[in-house]
């Protein structure tokens, strides 16, 4: 089955800084990669997502990248503020409307 | 527009006690469900996922089971809880697209 692994576990940043979560996936046939932001004590919510056909998008400070080749998919968060502080989790799929396989998660913190 | 209920919130259950937490959806229909648990340091790990009533496909296996006895409507369960059962448990549905959580249940076995 699907392996994703998801690194750092933990990421402290300045305010203002860029913050980079890394995933690799296992399954070549995986083609939708999507990320959820968990803000503590609360549902984990899909923040941005890609597919296969696409090597970058981006939404506002968000944005991520994919190469197939690698197996491996990036979250780049620009100009982080303190409400970005949660734990983010990359996924992987066959495809959107399918059971997603998570990563361990990445707990951000932003300090002021 | 579709919402998704969980329940209960919160439990504490003594070990070797039953467990049934319930999921519904609403304004939906024949959605795919599924049954996730968070751990603490493990992520979000799949245990069961439904694509139709009484349709179950176990990820993991262990003391739980799920049972899907209405089309939006998905149950977890367990008839002896052991200390490893602990954790946060997130209800989930789709229906093609983008991946909806409940409030999740949070679950200590003492």
Redesign the interface.
């Known amino acids: 089955g699907e392996n994703v692994e998801q690194h750092p576990s933990t990421l402290s940043v300045q305010e203002g800084d860029s913050a980079v979560i890394k995933c690799t996936y296992s399954d070549s046939a995986s083609n939708y990669f999507p990320w959820y932001k968990q803000e503590l004590g609360k549902r984990p919510q899909l923040i941005i997502d890609i597919r296969s056909n696409v090597g970058e998008k981006k939404d506002q400070r968000i944005a991520v990248t994919l190469n197939k080749t690698a197996k491996h998919f990036s979250l780049h968060i620009t100009e982080t503020q303190p409400e970005d502080s949660a734990v983010y989790f990359c996924a992987a799929s066959i495809d959107s409307g399918y059971a997603l396989n998570f990563g361990k998660g990445t707990s951000l913190l932003v300090t002021p | 527009s579709q919402t998704i209920h969980q329940w209960p919130a919160t439990l504490v259950q003594p070990v070797g006690s039953p467990l049934s937490l319930e999921c519904t959806v609403e304004g939906t229909s024949n959605p795919?469900l599924?049954w996730?648990r968070q751990a603490a340091?493990?992520?979000?790990?799949?245990l069961f996922?439904s694509v139709g009533i009484g349709q179950i496909s176990s990820?993991v296996p262990q003391n739980l089971s799920a049972s899907r006895p209405q089309d939006r409507q998905f149950i977890l369960s367990s008839k002896k809880l052991l200390l490893s059962d602990s954790g946060f448990y997130?209800c989930a549905w789709?229906?093609?697209?983008?991946?909806f959580?409940?409030?999740?249940s949070r679950l200590t076995v003492l």
Do not use: S
Not at chain 2, 94 to 99: A, D, F, I, N, P
């Open positions: 795919n599924y996730y340091g493990r992520g979000l790990q799949l996922y990820e997130l789709t229906h093609g697209g983008e991946l959580f409940g409030e999740g």
